[in-house]
T-cell receptor
Framework: NAGVMQNPRHLVRRRGQEARLRCSPM?????VYWYRQLPEEGLKFMVY????????ESGMPKERFSAEFPKEGPSILRIQQVVRGDSAAYFC???????????FGPGTRLLVL | GQQLNQSPQSMFIQEGEDVSMNCTSS?????WLWYKQDPGEGPVLLIA?????ELTSNGRLTAQFGITRKDSFLNISASIPSDVGIYFC?????????????FGTGTRLKVLA
């Protein structure tokens, strides 16, 4: 049973470009969560999605960030017009139900030059 | 807002020693979780605790959910070099109908052979 998959593992972008991060949840999991981790810090919640719906986006910056989890395919975290401060590790987690244990992917490390 | 205080921030220990770390909060959580993160990887779940007072073991790891539901500790017995990494506690709470995780800032463990 494959775990949570994220790609790419590393992403380099220049300021102003767009970053697209993908997450495929574990088989049988329909709940996806995105977190951001800055160096030497813990993970900070960004957004919680269930198939085709955003349930909670209270941790998402109001501008430039968006997330989706379509009926078919992976969840996408999209960052438009990236800035240096967006450089971080972005982790996706999935769970089978809304209050069940979350399992994390390996993360995407975004570097903005 | 919810906050978790995790201590110690870092520790160097000799192989074979026991390790103890804890998380405290002024808020109540309904689930406590402990994760380990290796460099360049995502957090891996070690132990999940669901009831106040619960004491759970996973090999050399033991964790307890505090009676007040505001704290948890993780013990590692007879440490070995592969225990090196960052250990995060996470508390789950319900906010506006959705369940969220909040993470501690991590305990960085280094084991000297």
């Amino acid at each position: 049973n494959a775990g949570v998959m994220q790609n790419p593992r590393h992403l380099v972008r220049r300021r102003g470009q767009e970053a697209r991060l993908r997450c495929s949840p574990m088989k049988g999991h329909s709940h996806v969560y995105w977190y951001r981790q800055l160096p030497e810090e813990g993970l900070k919640f960004m957004v919680y999605l269930q198939k085709e719906n955003i349930i909670d986006e209270s941790g998402m910056p109001k501008e430039r960030f968006s997330a989706e989890f379509p009926k078919e395919g992976p969840s996408i975290l999209r960052i438009q017009q990236v800035v240096r401060g967006d450089s971080a590790a972005y982790f996706c987690a999935s769970s089978p139900g809304r209050d069940e244990t979350q399992y994390f992917g390996p993360g995407t490390r975004l570097l903005v030059l | 807002g919810q906050q978790l205080n995790q201590s110690p921030q870092s520790m160097f220990i000799q192989e074979g020693e026991d390790v103890s770390m804890n998380c405290t909060s002024s808020s109540i959580f309904n689930t406590w979780l402990w994760y380990k993160q290796d460099p360049g990887e995502g957090p891996v779940l070690l132990i999940a605790l669901y009831k106040a007072g619960e004491l759970t073991s996973n090999g050399r790891l033991t964790a307890q959910f505090g009676i007040t539901r505001k704290d948890s500790f993780l013990n590692i017995s007879a440490s070995i070099p592969s225990d090196v990494g960052i250990y995060f506690c996470a508390g789950q709470f319900k906010d506006s109908g959705t369940y969220k995780y909040i993470f501690g800032t991590g305990t960085r463990l280094k084991v000297l052979a």
